[in-house]
């Protein structure tokens, strides 16, 4: 049998740490969540390996990042205990359930509505309570407005609909195209000002923010 726990631990120190991960509530999360609930179940044994795992069969195809670019992206976003966080490319509800060890509150955003729902039930099976999942885009989430935004995925731009739910000095952390290469920004909103930087490269597949399905809430 599968010993995850162990498995956990190896990706913590093996993976985050190693990589420059060292914020501890955000260790503690990931060392505590059930990865391999989160993925197919053919790759439960893989669930902890130091790479992407592709999700359902939606075209585009939808994934789970890797664990030491997730981890360095959610560090980057510098998470506090008062924050409400919009998650974007929720998947199968894996960064959602750690963000949620965190933050305040957690909106899961996916846009594929099978996913979306297996996300749902993952957080109610890990007893979650402060978070949500929404099938849908950013047009799902309309009169709603968060201190936080991740973006799982690799964007090919600024992504303007997304930073229009943010509060005034919110800010949203999403890995942005700069000539090919893939480099984590924070952005910050100040009154109608945005402003950015650039802090890591990472390789990420792309996610697609034009998909529209029906939206429901999980």
Same mark, same amino acid.
């Given at each position: 049998?599968?010993d995850f726990g162990r498995l956990r631990a190896v990706m ?12 501890? @509530? ?28 592709? $999700? ?54 996916? @846009? ?28 799902? $989430? ?18 303007? @609909? ?9 800010? $949203? ?8 290469? @893939? ?36």
């Amino acid at each position: 049998m599968t010993d995850f726990g162990r498995l956990r631990a190896v990706m913590v120190d093996n993976q985050l740490r190693t990589s420059g991960v060292t914020e501890w @509530a955000l260790l503690a999360q990931m060392a505590s969540i059930p990865r391999e609930i989160f993925v197919p179940a053919d790759r439960q044994a893989l669930a902890y390996i130091d790479d992407i795992h592709w $999700l359902g069969s939606a075209q585009p195809p939808r994934f789970m990042m890797a664990p030491a670019p997730l981890a360095k992206l959610l560090q980057l976003a510098d998470i506090s205990e008062t924050d409400a966080v919009l998650d974007v490319g929720a998947g199968t509800g894996y960064a959602t359930a750690v963000i949620a060890g965190i933050a305040a509150s957690v909106v899961g955003l996916e @846009a594929d509505a099978t996913l979306a729902a297996t996300a749902g039930s993952n957080l109610t099976a890990l007893g979650v309570t402060n978070a949500r999942v929404v099938a849908g885009g950013a047009s799902a $989430l309309s009169g709603q407005s968060f201190d936080l935004v991740v973006v799982e995925g690799t964007l090919d731009e600024k992504p303007d @609909a997304l930073l229009a739910l943010l509060k005034d000095g919110g800010r $949203l952390v999403a890995l942005v195209r700069d000539g090919g290469v @893939a480099i984590a920004n924070v952005f910050v909103k100040t009154g109608t000002t945005v402003t950015a930087r650039g802090e890591f490269n990472a390789t990420v597949p792309s996610l697609d923010l034009t998909r529209q399905p029906e939206q429901f809430v999980f």
